[in-house]
């Protein structure tokens, strides 16, 4: 069992590139979440699929989509990288409905440049 | 929506004394509490949680205090070690419609002195 596992790891991006950060669970839980951690600001949601099929909007989702794929996979996307966009960000997953352990991936350290 | 603040920022103490990390939330109708764990370069991992009904729940040397009334949530490391030097942070669960969020506070980096 792998868990949460995000891909890339590490990425620099030139201000305007585009690129998808990938996100893949084999727990078979429901719920999927992109969060971005920056220094001093905690973890804070950007986006969210309760289920496969839905997805919506956290606390700061301007200047990225999502597509949750399939019930494994939650990508998320850059259109134009801006620096404001550099960031740590992690994919999450969770049972939906109940309060439960949010089990994280590994990261992806991402500069924009 | 909920909003949650966490203090201290940072916790400096020596090996062996205790460390109290106090978070506060806003929204009346959370009812799941965790803290995470982070070690430098590592994912967060969950140390310790307390639901609504439970005013007090502990593991080991980690303790998690609950008061619903003033809407605070407290952790509790006793006899700390180096190896408890990380972030941690709290968190509390936000419902919408049925669908649970968790709103994190900023963390508190502590360090435990040898």
């Known amino acids: 069992n792998a868990g949460v596992t995000q891909n890339p790891k590490f990425q620099v991006l030139k201000t305007g590139q585009s690129m998808t950060l990938q996100c893949a669970q084999d727990?078979?839980?429901?719920?999927m979440y992109w969060y971005r951690q920056d220094p001093g600001m905690g973890l804070r949601l950007i986006y969210y699929?309760?289920?496969?099929?839905?997805?919506d909007k956290g606390e700061v989702p301007n200047g990225y989509n999502v597509s949750r794929l399939n019930k494994r996979e939650f990508s998320l996307r850059l259109e134009s990288a801006a620096p404001s966009q550099t960031s740590v960000y992690f994919c999450?997953?969770?049972?939906?409905?109940?309060?439960?352990?949010?089990?994280f991936g590994q990261g992806t350290r991402l500069t924009v440049v | 929506g909920e909003n949650v603040e966490q203090h201290p920022s940072t916790l400096s103490v020596q090996e062996g004394d205790s460390a109290v990390i106090k978070c506060t939330y806003s929204d009346s109708a959370s009812n799941y509490f965790p803290w995470y764990k982070q070690e430098l370069g590592k994912r967060p991992q969950l140390i310790i949680d307390?639901?609504?009904?439970?005013g007090e729940k502990k593991d080991q040397r980690i303790a998690v205090t609950l008061n619903k009334t003033a809407k605070h949530f407290s952790l509790h490391i006793t006899e700390t070690q180096p190896e408890d030097s990380a972030v941690y942070f709290c968190a509390a669960s936000e419902r919408n419609t049925g669908f649970q969020k968790l709103v994190f506070g900023t963390g508190t980096r502590l360090l435990v002195s040898p």
């Open positions: 307390i639901r609504s009904n439970v």
């Open positions: 727990m078979n839980h429901n719920s």
């Open positions: 699929s309760a289920s496969e099929g839905t997805t």
């Open positions: 999450a997953t969770q049972l939906s409905i109940e309060d439960t352990e949010a089990f």
